[in-house]
């Protein structure tokens, strides 16, 4: 008779005191490998054309676009204040470090839900090679930031923490950005079976309270005091123009409003983009782990399901080319079901009971090393893709254009990318302190324009290359080639 061996699937691989160590392994490689392929500074690459705004507003102590995103600039000025590199670079390493923490949390969260440790390990490392998370993880944006508020609510929920610390942790987490604020199902949930109405409207009015407090701190605090100097998007001194600021009212017209002729093109992009996230066999192994969550954890995974249901719809709705970086924001929860799903299929290898022969034990040993290779083969697949060590062609641009401008020029700009880039070499590197950069778009916009009217003295002119020519300054024009 072969002799049998303790075959409990959480403990064989590696014990389970050794699971922080994982995860802080897992999530420590996941960083090294951003930073081997981050972009040297600003760049214009995977949707980054906010980066310039965000590091510019960081640098000179103002506010970004709105809603401002006050978490994120708490931590960006921390790492804004790193001894080397540029500013941009900063920001990216942070973004790195973020992106690194969900992954290291997606782990410790899968291994307490009951996932075993090579499954949790291996969806948490999938998560990090996933290509739009991390295309977001190496460039200065909100977005990885997001990411880890998301694993860290994951993490608070299967280890049943009070409803009230889940909200103020969401209500901070919209600090990073706004669409956090779907995640409130992950507040409520509860390991009951039936929960009882008296005690669901506990547990909804303490997660609210929760979520109120950390989302005034972000926005009645953050906003209100670290401005330093004024913003082009926004007097917030003002109630009606603090509110104007942090509820997005300049982009409320792009919400929900995608043309019903795009919605069937929109919905097959999204689904394509997903099963790309994971591969093909990922996201089809994600779909299955979600039967097994749900009888572990129905409440998990009805709140995991709800929340990415609303996150879907609203990046789906939302009416710019770019509206999917939002689900980025939702691959964590993608990555728990990964890791059911992976989970699932070596059970099904090697059987549920708790005592097996070596010859099963060898067969979870071949069953741990080609769970393995999904996120070797993201790594091979998108390593290439993501590379940016050699990208400096924004910063590039933003200087042969200023090397180009007559002293004391005001720089008409068109796009968002040449906007933010110019401020970002204007006034983040302070190159060409002389010229004026002034956004013809925003012109129309009213804080904008009457900030460039004090700031600069420019008359308050509808036309704002008339508002420039009263100043006898040069005038020119900015495009993707050069300046006319």
């Known amino acids: 008779m072969s002799p049998v061996i303790n075959l409990s699937l959480g403990q064989k691989c590696v014990e389970q005191r050794f699971v922080p160590t994982i995860a802080i392994v897992c999530g420590a490689l996941a960083f090294l490998v951003f930073l081997a392929v981050m972009p040297p500074s600003l760049t214009w690459a995977h949707y980054g054309a906010d980066g310039g705004d965000l590091a510019t507003a960081i640098v000179r102590g103002a506010l970004p676009h709105p809603p401002g995103f006050p978490a994120y600039l708490v931590a960006g000025d921390l790492f804004a204040r790193l001894p080397f590199g540029e500013p941009a670079w900063r920001l990216s390493v942070m973004s790195a470090m973020f992106a690194a923490g969900?992954?290291?949390?997606?782990?410790?969260?899968?291994?307490?839900?009951?996932?075993?440790?090579?499954?949790?390990?291996?969806?948490?490392?999938?998560?990090?090679?996933?290509?739009?998370?991390?295309?977001?993880?190496?460039?200065?944006?909100?977005?990885?930031?997001?990411?880890?508020?998301?694993?860290?609510?994951?993490?608070?929920a299967a280890r049943d923490a009070p409803v009230w610390v889940r909200g103020l942790v969401l209500g901070i987490a919209t600090g990073a950005h706004p669409i956090l604020v779907f995640f409130f199902p992950v507040l409520i949930e509860a390991?009951?079976?039936?929960?009882?109405?008296?005690?669901?409207?506990?547990?909804?009015?303490?997660?609210?309270?929760?979520?109120?407090?950390?989302?005034?701190?972000?926005?009645?605090?953050?906003?209100?005091?670290?401005?330093?100097?004024?913003?082009?998007?926004?007097?917030?001194?003002?109630?009606?123009?603090?509110?104007?600021?942090?509820?997005?009212?300049?982009?409320?017209?792009?919400?929900?409003?995608?043309?019903?002729?795009?919605?069937?093109?929109?919905?097959?992009?999204?689904?394509?983009?997903?099963?790309?996230?994971?591969?093909?066999?990922?996201?089809?192994?994600?779909?299955?782990?979600?039967?097994?969550?749900?009888?572990?954890?129905?409440?998990?995974?009805?709140?995991?399901?709800?929340?990415?249901?609303?996150?879907?719809?609203?990046?789906?709705?939302?009416?710019?080319?770019?509206?999917?970086?939002?689900?980025?924001?939702?691959?964590?929860?993608?990555?728990?079901?990964?890791?059911?799903?992976?989970?699932?299929?070596?059970?099904?290898?090697?059987?549920?009971?708790?005592?097996?022969?070596?010859?099963?034990?060898?067969?979870?040993?071949?069953?741990?090393?080609?769970?393995?290779?999904?996120?070797?083969?993201?790594l091979v697949l998108f390593y290439s893709e993501m590379d940016l060590r050699a990208d400096r062609s924004a910063v590039q641009w933003a200087e042969r254009i200023l090397r180009a401008a007559p002293p004391r020029a005001v720089l008409l700009t068109e796009r968002d990318a040449h906007t933010f880039t110019l401020w970002y070499a204007h006034d983040a590197l302070n190159a060409r302190p002389d010229v004026i950069v002034l956004d013809r778009d925003l012109w129309m916009y009213a804080p904008y324009r009457q900030m460039m009217v004090r700031e600069f003295g420019l008359a308050n002119d509808s036309i704002p290359e008339q508002a420039a020519q009263r100043m006898a300054r040069p005038i020119v024009r900015v495009c993707e080639e050069g300046i006319h």
């Open 191 to 378: 390991r009951e079976p039936t929960l009882r109405i008296s005690n669901f409207a506990s547990r909804f009015i303490g997660a609210l309270v929760g979520l109120l407090i950390g989302w005034l701190a972000m926005y009645g605090g953050v906003v209100r005091v670290l401005p330093g100097v004024p913003s082009p998007w926004g007097d917030v001194s003002t109630l009606a123009g603090w509110w104007s600021f942090v509820s997005g009212e300049l982009y409320r017209g792009y919400v929900f409003a995608l043309p019903l002729p795009d919605l069937l093109p929109r919905l097959a992009a999204f689904a394509a983009l997903m099963t790309r996230q994971y591969t093909p066999l990922g996201a089809l192994l994600a779909l299955i782990g979600i039967a097994p969550l749900w009888r572990a954890r129905r409440d998990l995974a009805l709140a995991s399901l709800t929340t990415f249901a609303f996150v879907a719809l609203f990046a789906i709705g939302y009416n710019t080319a770019d509206s999917f970086v939002y689900l980025s924001i939702a691959l964590p929860l993608a990555a728990l079901w990964l890791a059911f799903g992976l989970s699932r299929i070596m059970h099904y290898l090697i059987g549920d009971t708790q005592y097996a022969t070596r010859h099963t034990y060898s067969v979870f040993r071949v069953a741990c090393c080609v769970v393995l290779l999904l996120p070797l083969a993201q």
């Open 102 to 156: 969900a992954v290291a949390l997606t782990i410790a969260t899968a291994r307490r839900a009951g996932v075993n440790t090579i499954a949790a390990m291996t969806a948490g490392l999938s998560l990090a090679f996933a290509p739009l998370f991390w295309s977001q993880a190496i460039i200065v944006e909100v977005y990885a930031c997001a990411a880890f508020f998301v694993a860290l609510l994951l993490f608070l």
